[in-house]
């Protein structure tokens, strides 16, 4: 699996957007770019995915560049919920038999009040 | 909203005690895996089980562990002979049978052995 540059660490206020920004320099043409995050003392959990167009869904919306080679999470209006561990992996979802996971370290989200 | 349940919460457990992690993932689920995060480190990948077989296995998961689907409904996590580095917590996740779409984790297993 190819692999990604995420920021250790972020900071936000309360109810203002975040853009968590990922480099993926080397992604494959089937290189699928996925979004988890993990709240403290929680398993992951799917934020979002996408393959070449920009997504969105009711947590966020994922915007991935024209060449593939960067993506950014875009959380609209942060909350203190929202503080966790954010990370982007990249998984080939075309050719994979598995479907399994490489996570990094991830950037550590910290959302002031 | 459907979710993966892990049993127990926490398990502490004597060095070379045999631990069993369960797991019921969600029901119309075919791809299971176990994780397990280290304290203050990544979330490692263990293995992948795929129609009653395991299809995929990272390095740590070596002799002394085994997985298993007994019931069509739970999905098990086997230590033999615990040591005190498989201290860590263990993560059992689904996703469905296509391709393209993510996966479920459940809350974890703390597992602490002493």
């Known amino acids: 699996d190819a692999k990604t540059t995420q920021p250790n660490s972020m900071e936000s206020n309360e109810e203002e957007p975040v853009h968590l920004p990922c480099n993926h320099s080397?992604?494959?043409?089937?290189?699928?770019i996925h979004w988890y995050r993990q709240l403290p003392s929680q398993g992951p959990e799917y934020v979002i995915h996408g393959l070449t167009s920009n997504v969105n869904n009711r947590m966020a919306s994922l915007a991935i560049a024209e060449d593939r080679k960067s993506s950014t999470l875009i959380l609209h209006r942060a909350t203190l919920r929202d503080a966790a561990v954010y990370y982007c992996?990249?998984?080939?979802?075309?050719?994979?038999?598995?479907?399994?996971?490489?996570f990094g370290t991830g950037t550590r989200l910290k959302v002031l009040a | 909203e459907p979710e993966v349940t892990q049993t127990p919460s926490h398990q502490v457990t004597q060095m070379g005690q045999e631990v069993i992690l369960r797991c019921v993932p969600i029901?119309?689920?075919?791809?299971f895996y176990w994780y397990r995060q280290i304290l203050g480190q990544k979330v490692e990948f263990l293995v992948s089980f795929y129609n009653n077989e395991i299809s995929e296995k990272s390095e740590i998961f070596d002799d002394q562990f085994s997985v298993e689907r007994p019931d069509g409904s739970n999905f098990t996590l086997k230590i033999r002979s615990t040591k005190l580095e498989d201290s860590a917590m263990y993560f059992c996740?689904?996703?469905?049978?296509?391709?393209?779409?993510?996966?479920?984790f459940g809350q974890g297993t703390r597992l602490t052995v002493v």
């Open positions: 996740a689904s996703s469905e049978s296509e391709p393209n779409t993510e996966a479920f």
């Open positions: 029901s119309n689920h075919l791809y």
């Open positions: 080397t992604i494959s043409g089937t290189d699928y």
């Open positions: 992996i990249l998984r080939d979802d075309r050719t994979s038999g598995t479907y399994k996971y490489i």
